[in-house]
């Protein structure tokens, strides 16, 4: 599916989330990882980064958010996922860390805040 259709999946998917009424920390989640996306998009523009670091750091960075720091315990497979990017030639060690970057730093504080 290309850009377009994977955004317009996404939007429409949270304006069922919240005409629906989901659970605050579903509906929380879902914003977050939008947000990761949107802000991905922002910066593919003029630069590669990795999506898929991205959404692992992001969703890891909401899972520690959630249950607490034992779920650091998650860390390598973070870096299995970003690891795999840069072996299969996807992207650079930087585009991959960027991505983690990324992902971590928008999802948490805005699930924090909407959660």
Same mark, same amino acid.
């Given at each position: 599916?290309?850009?377009?259709?994977?955004?317009?999946?996404?939007?429409?998917?949270?304006?069922?989330?919240?005409?629906?009424? /989901?659970?605050? +920390?579903?509906?929380? $989640? #879902? &914003?977050?990882?939008?947000?990761?996306? @949107? =802000? !991905?998009?922002? %910066?593919?523009?003029?630069?590669?980064?990795?999506?898929?670091?991205?959404? /692992?750091?992001? +969703?890891?960075?909401? $899972? #520690? &958010?959630?249950?607490?720091?034992?779920? @650091? =315990? !998650?860390?390598? %497979?973070?870096?299995?996922?970003?690891?795999?990017?840069?072996?299969?030639?996807?992207?650079?060690?930087?585009?991959?860390? #960027?991505?983690?970057?990324?992902?971590?730093?928008?999802?948490?504080?805005?699930?924090?805040?909407?959660?």
């Amino acid at each position: 599916m290309a850009a377009p259709g994977v955004m317009a999946s996404v939007f429409i998917g949270s304006a069922l989330l919240y005409g629906w009424d /989901a659970p605050a +920390a579903v509906t929380a $989640l #879902v &914003t977050a990882m939008v947000a990761v996306l @949107l =802000a !991905l998009l922002a %910066v593919t523009f003029f630069w590669k980064v990795s999506v898929h670091s991205a959404v /692992a750091s992001g +969703a890891l960075a909401i $899972l #520690v &958010t959630v249950f607490g720091p034992w779920m @650091l =315990a !998650l860390v390598p %497979v973070v870096v299995l996922i970003g690891w795999s990017r840069v072996r299969l030639r996807c992207h650079t060690v930087g585009q991959v860390a #960027v991505g983690m970057l990324i992902g971590a730093a928008v999802s948490a504080p805005l699930y924090m805040l909407l959660g």
